[in-house]
Structure formats: structure tokens, C-alpha cells
């Protein structure tokens, strides 16, 4: 038996089957959790379709959450499947392409500052809002993080500050909807992985044989390693645990090989 049998998660973020949002989906799954997931355009639509089919889902939705509104319409249509649910997991992060290459400071303005924080960090606290009470009392809120949030990652720029600002978003979360409602909000901080999102990134496939040889284990780490460990931090076996960066990255983060 799974050990998630009984409980529904909202799944924002699936570009393909090859994103972190799909892992951790396809893991709940398997452990028995309902499944819906969202896609943000038409063209992305497809590929979330058949990703939701492999969960044995229908339930597949539109979700801007660079608006209110658009969220709050996400609500509106999944509240046509369920009554309430009891997770959310947030996977989405964007940032001008133009500000992920090159020198920090050169590359950053003050619009693609307050995009990628709006998008990366902004909008888990909104889609939070926005579930109100759809969202059951001792209910579980996951993100998705990097590395780059406490150090500075090349070419990572701006999206590094964003999911720093996003990590401090967690700690808050959990103290708000800790105390009357018993509701666990976490992240999982995943090891470089390529992804169409990682797409973006001038170099990554540089940062990935580097993550893997500057690792403990001696390689990078897979979209299903990650899926299950946000499936445990969802779920009932995790009931103590809230307010926390989980990192799932082949122990790249805490060691030090030494010099050459």
C-alpha cells in the first residue's frame, strides 16, 4: 500500500516529462496520491495531458500565477473535481533570459528583478491565498529550490536572489499556517538536473559534470530521486517536519573535495 493513499495534491509546474514537477507528481502518484496538475500556455497543454494520464488523472488546468485572477480561476475550475484537497507543490520559477548570462550587476534591472521575484517566489504565497480553506487543515505546501539561493552560482544571477527570497517565503509560510491549521510548508533543494527549464541556463551542461564530480556520491541526481523525497515531505510520515530546505543533491552542497 502507498503511503500517500487518501490524499490529493494540486501539481503546479509540469512543462514535460522531464521537469522536476513531473517526478515528484509521478512519485505521489505511485505512492497512491489523486493527481491534477496545471499547464501555464496552449502549446504545453499536450505534453501535461499525457503526463497526467500516466497518474491515471483527468484533471488538467489552466494556471497563470503571474496574475491573481489567474489563479484564483485555477481554484474555480479545480473546486469542478474536488471539494478540498491537501497539497500544493509549487514549481515554477522564471527570469528574462537576458539577465541569466554574464555579470550580476550589469545583467539585473529593476524589471527583471520584480519579474523573477513575483514569478519564482510571490507566487507560492498567492496560490496559498488563493486555496483558502479549499485546502485541508493539516495540508502540506512543497517548493522547489537550488543551490543558488545561498551561493552565488554563475549565470544563475538573478534567479539565485529570487529563490533565496523564495527559501525566507517558506520559513514564513510554515509560521503562518502552522499554528491554527496545522498545514507543513517545505522545500526540496534539487542538485542540478537538465530540464527544459535548465534550458535557460548559459553553460549548465558545464554546471552539471561539475555538480556531479564536486558531489559525494559522484554524480548528479534524477527527477524521480527528488519526486521522492517531496512525496515523503507531503505526506503524513513527515508530520513533524515543516519550515525546511531539504536538499536532494547528491551531497554536492555540503562537500568540499579538496584541491586538485
Not at 554563475?154 to 498545514?183: F, Q
Request: hydrophobic fraction near 45%; charge should be negative; charged fraction near 20%.
Amino acid at each position: 500500500m502507498g503511503f500517500m493513499i487518501g490524499k490529493k495534491a494540486l501539481i503546479v509546474g509540469v512543462a514535460s516529462n522531464r521537469s522536476i514537477a513531473w517526478g515528484i507528481a509521478e512519485a505521489m502518484a505511485k505512492q497512491g496520491c489523486e493527481i491534477a496538475l496545471t499547464y501555464q500556455t496552449e502549446k504545453l497543454k499536450k505534453r501535461v495531458d499525457k503526463c497526467a494520464a500516466v497518474c491515471n488523472s483527468s484533471i488538467v488546468i489552466a494556471c497563470d500565477v503571474a496574475t491573481d485572477e489567474g489563479i484564483e480561476q485555477t481554484f474555480t475550475e479545480l473546486k469542478k473535481h474536488w471539494d478540498n484537497f491537501d497539497i500544493i507543490v509549487h514549481s515554477v520559477a522564471f527570469a528574462p533570459r537576458e539577465a541569466l548570462d554574464g555579470n550580476y550587476i550589469d545583467a539585473t534591472t529593476r524589471q527583471n528583478f520584480a519579474t523573477a521575484h513575483d514569478i519564482s517566489s510571490y507566487s507560492f504565497t498567492a496560490l496559498a491565498k488563493a486555496a483558502g480553506t479549499m485546502l485541508n487543515d493539516n495540508g502540506a505546501l512543497l517548493t522547489v529550490s537550488y543551490l543558488g539561493a545561498i551561493r552565488a552560482i554563475p549565470n544563475y544571477n538573478i534567479m539565485g536572489v529570487a529563490k533565496a527570497s523564495l527559501e525566507a517565503n517558506v520559513r514564513y509560510m510554515a509560521a503562518a499556517l502552522g499554528p491554527d491549521r496545522g498545514i507543513r510548508v517545505n522545500a526540496v533543494s534539487a542538485g542540478p538536473i537538465k530540464t527544459l527549464a535548465a534550458s535557460g541556463i548559459k553553460d549548465f551542461n558545464k554546471l552539471l559534470d561539475y555538480a556531479a564530480d564536486s558531489s559525494a556520491l559522484k554524480r548528479t541526481v534524477t527527477t524521480e530521486e527528488v519526486g521522492n523525497a517531496a512525496a515523503f515531505l507531503c505526506s503524513d510520515l513527515a508530520s513533524g517536519i515543516t519550515g525546511e530546505i531539504t536538499y536532494i543533491d547528491s551531497g554536492y552542497s555540503f562537500y568540499d573535495k579538496g584541491p586538485e
